[in-house]
């Protein structure tokens, strides 16, 4: 397993959010966390980042312990994170963005660049000397998948993947995750755009109240309607 969460607690001062998530993210594969509002995807994302303490459990990536480990050596290990809300620096370029965390901790060998990150989306292309504030919710995506590509991870993590951008965009943003994960990238992926998803995904997690509550493949998922109906409410 490349990733594999077990028995996570997390808290928000007194207030209990993870009440011990376990899940496992095989290395090559697309995995979701799926559930309403409030449920902890976000919580959980944040705890395997580094960016909310886990105040109990364990999560392995390739087998070393990331609980207790800060931010920047999580993303060291090769973990890129696409944000909810893309958090573009406003007051930088696109390309200034692109490549302002840019970095090849691993070695990899043929790392991403900003020409093959081009060609992944090539509407950034034109858009290169624009202010990241003056760019569209579609393009910030772009850009915030990009950037987190320039880390060079071995996993992406993309919290609210297409949330608030039109259908055509959408469309272009699964399609150049489908086409990473072809190249080999292992991708967790929340969004609400089940259709899509089950396209996508080989593995959902349904996170309720702060634990996995069910997980199946796309089929088994796409066979159920009684799940969908009690977890996701359509
Ligand atoms: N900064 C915070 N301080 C206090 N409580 C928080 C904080 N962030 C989240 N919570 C609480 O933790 C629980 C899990 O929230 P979380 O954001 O992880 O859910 P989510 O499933 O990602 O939902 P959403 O899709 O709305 O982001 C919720 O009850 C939420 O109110």
Redesign the pocket.
Known sequence: MMLQVRDLTAH?GT?Q?LFGMDFALQAGQVATLL?R???????TIHAIMGIVKASGGSILFDGQELVGRPSFRTANLGIGLVP?GRQIFPNLTLMENLVATASNHLGQADPWSVEKVFALFPELETRVGSMGNLLSGGEQQMLAIGRALMTNPRLLILDEATEGLAPLVRQKIWAALARIRAEGMSILVVDKNLADLLRIADRHFI?QRGRVAWSGTSLELQADAAVRAQYLGF
């Open positions: 928000y207030s959010a559930g509002n409030g449920m902890g995807k976000t919580t909810e996170v």
